[in-house]
């Protein structure tokens, strides 16, 4: 049941899609694992959605009023239409600001649970787009739109269909196609936006130059991709694919990366023992960075220093 007791600002707390259609003032789902909502043909009541929220199941919106008009340095985002948004179980969502207030065209809901005994259940945690926040949404062409749309309206046909057999393989079916289009549209999307993301980029590597040369690294230890997404306004996992996109790499193999050449530097330009390196760059164990240097640059430390002798 939807937990109504909340703290003052608490986000509402949904357990069931039938908690999801009360608040939305519409009649108990068909289904009791997935649910597809017509913005254009439901009477939605919006008003319990302007309170920040917490789904047990996941989410797919496409919104056609969601604007996309987010600046970088001296570059904007690129869609001013709609966007398709994302959200997995446990995700805090909603807004303090107008994002709620906007009604998806189609809101898809699915409990885990109807997912169990398909593949789908491991394969839909691999795209990272889930953890997305609603200023990385999708933002879509209207030819990417129309392919979009024209999926929700499948789905929105089978689950209004007689269930049979097939039913749950075919909508299975459905979800898969549209993962697959979104995730092919954001890598569309982190390409038109290269000039944002390499200025992005820039950023990251000056804030990883600043983290080690002014020593914060003594104090807080090896900086965390969510330490890094934080300072860059991004959320860890579109930081992560924005900058696999880009250089092939994750924000975690951009950290070691920096780790080791400013380790190849202290080493070859001080008498810091390796442990006291270690240290430096925010090790707790120097075995620890030991171990991962010369699994980057195939030598020890040691054996890294005396080749400069």
């Known amino acids: 049941m939807l937990n109504m007791k909340q703290e003052e ?22 289904h009791p694992l997935i649910t597809i909502i017509n913005g254009a043909t439901d009477q939605l009541d919006m008003n319990g959605f302007r309170q920040n929220h917490v789904l047990s199941f996941y989410k797919m919106s496409y919104k056609p009023n969601l604007h996309g008009k987010l600046k970088y340095g001296q570059s904007f985002y690129d869609f001013d239409g ?26 898809l809901l ?5 997912f169990l005994g398909h ?25 990417e739109r129309a392919t979009i749309i024209s999926i929700f309206k499948m789905i929105e046909t089978e689950l209004n269909s007689r269930i049979d057999d097939f039913s749950q393989h075919v909508v299975i079916a459905q979800i898969e196609l549209l993962l697959n289009y979104a995730n092919r549209f954001y890598k569309r999307q982190f390409i038109t936006r290269k000039a944002t993301n390499n200025d992005l980029l820039q950023k990251l590597e000056a804030l990883l130059n600043e983290y080690f040369n002014d020593e914060t690294s003594l104090s807080k230890g090896i900086p965390t991709v969510g330490y890094l997404a934080e300072h ?33 530097e202290l080493l070859s330009t001080t008498r810091l023992t390796v442990a006291e390196v270690a240290y430096q760059l925010g090790f707790e164990h120097p075995q620890s960075f030991s171990k991962l240097f010369k699994t980057k640059a195939k030598l020890s430390p040691l054996e890294f220093r005396q080749s400069f002798n």
Not at 89 to 103: F, T
Not at 110 to 114: A, G, L, M, R, Y
């Open 232 to 264: 860059l306004n991004l959320s860890p996992s579109y930081l992560s694919d924005m900058l696999r996109s880009l250089t092939g790499q994750n924000t975690q193999q951009h950290i070691h990366n920096k780790l080791i050449e400013k380790a190849k």
């Open 110 to 114: 699915i409990h885990p649970d109807f």
């Open 9 to 30: 600002n608490a986000p509402l707390k949904f357990e069931s899609l039938l908690d999801a259609h009360r608040l939305f003032g519409l009649p108990k789902p068909k």
């Open 119 to 143: 593949q789908i259940a491991r394969t839909i945690k691999h795209y990272g787009f889930f953890s997305y926040a609603a200023n990385e949404t999708l933002h879509l062409s209207d030819e």
């Open 82 to 107: 709609g966007g398709l948004l994302f959200a997995s179980p446990g995700q805090i969502i909603g807004s303090n600001d107008n994002e709620a207030s906007v009604c998806s065209e189609y809101t």
